[in-house]
C-alpha cells in the first residue's frame, strides 16, 4: 500500500467510512450551512481568483466554522440566484476542532493510522473543509499541490479526501498526476506584507495538462489520500447530483509553520495531532 503512495502520490481507501458515518457528516454539513450562512458575509470561494478575492471572512477562518459561497450562485450585485442551501461552495477551516461529528472522524484512530502507513510521523491538523460542488453550478477547482496553500518546511502537507456522497466524471471528480508529486512545489500562496495575499514563484515549470492526470472517480465513503506535492483537480460540476466531500489536512508537528502562511490560528485554539484524539466540544 505504501508503495502504491510512494510511486503514485495518492493512495485510495475504499469504504473508510460506513454509509451512516457518511450519512451523519451530510447532515451536519447540510446544518451548519442552513444555521450559519444566511449571517455571515456572502464571501465567495473560486481558486480562479484566490489571491485577488482573498477578504478577512476567508483569511481569519483558519479557527473558525465559516460559509463560502459558489462564484455562479451570486448575482453581480450579491444577490442569491439560488436557495441558501444550494448556494455554498465550502466550509471551512476548522471543523475538525470546534464541530463534534467532523472532529470524530477526524481524530479517528483509523485516520492515525493511515497517516501512519503514508510515512506520516507525528500529524498536527491543521486545516479541514466540507466541500459540496453543488449541482449545476459546483465551480472547478484548478490544478494546484496542496503544499501551494500550506507550505512547511520541511514540506509535510498531506491531504485526506473522503467522498460522502459518489464522485463520479459528471458531477466533478478528483484528477492527479500519478507520479506528479515527485516533481517540485511551482508556487506559494502566502500572505502578503502590508496585507492581502499573492502566489510566490518558486519553480518555472508548468503544472501538468489535463491528458496527464487521470480520473479518480470513487464511491462515498472512499478516502484519498493526496501527496502535499502531487498535482490534482476537480471539474464543475453541471450534472444533477451534488458531489459532498470532506478534506482534512495534516501537517508534520516537527516541520516549521511559517506565519507567512495565509492560514492561521489565534490563540485559543492551538493545533492538535491526531493522536491526541477528538477534541472535547
Ligand atoms: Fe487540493
New binding site residues.
Partial sequence: MVGDYRRDGFLVVPDFLSPGTCAAMIERAVQITEEQAPMGPRSVFSTAVQARRSDAWFLESGDQVRCFFEEEALAADGSLQVETGRAINKIGHALHDLDPVFAAVSYDPRMREVAAAVDMKDPLAVQSMAIFKQPGIGGEVGC?Q?ACFLYTEPLSVT?FWIALEDATLDNGCLWAQPGGHLDPLRRRFRRKVGGGTEFEMLDARPLPPPAELVALPVPAGTLVV?HGLLP?WSGANRSSRRRLAYALHCIEAAAEYPASNWLRRGPGLPLRRLADGPPAV
Fill in positions: 494546484h496542496d491531504g493526496l490534482h
